[in-house]
């Protein structure tokens, strides 16, 4: 059912009116979401960290290759009796090492040697610089008592 206009034009129909608002809806609903994506901080801050993490790893692989290549290179470049005596001196150095915390262990008594395991513990787990701090405190403290004595 249209109308005529007076321009010669025919009104829309029930059915077109329908139509176009049905179309206007979905194009107001695409942009709805898209101004809902732009919005979106912490969706765009994760997209971002994804895509430096992906670009890190990319990175760190690169260079791990290369420096693997490097390590290859040089290794090829030192002549076999270099490397051999090399082999041989680290082989030594760990022995003699190893014979040396032996000893140690024997003369140190034990709560000494518990105290230095729990300062290992601590220093694997990066508390370097509070266990610094503490002793500064307890050589400022020993000073201190040794100065009175005397």
């Known amino acids: 059912m249209s109308a005529s206009s007076e321009d010669g034009r025919t009104a829309p129909t029930t059915d ?12 107001l609903g695409g942009t ?3 101004l ?10 994760k997209r ?24 290859r290179q040089v290794r ?10 090399a082999a041989t001196a680290r ?19 034990a709560p000494v040697l518990m105290t230095v ?5 601590l220093l694997r787990r990066g ?4 266990l610094a701090a503490g002793a500064v405190v307890l050589v400022a403290g020993a000073a201190r008592r040794a100065r009175r004595a005397s």
């Open 32 to 34: 709805v979401d898209a």
């Open 48 to 71: 971002k960290a994804t895509a430096v993490k992906d670009a890190a790893g990319q990175a760190t692989g690169q260079v791990l290759g290369k420096g693997s290549d490097a390590v």
């Open 76 to 85: 090829d470049r030192v002549p076999e009796p270099v490397r051999a005596q």
């Open 91 to 109: 082989a030594e150095l760990a022995h003699r090492t190893t014979t040396t915390v032996a000893k140690v262990r024997k003369v140190t008594p």
């Open 117 to 121: 395991r729990q300062v290992a513990g």
């Open 16 to 27: 077109d009116l329908r139509a176009r608002a049905e179309d206007a809806r979905e194009e």
């Open 36 to 45: 809902a994506r732009k919005a979106d901080v912490k969706a765009q801050a």
């Open 127 to 130: 508390r370097g610089p509070l």
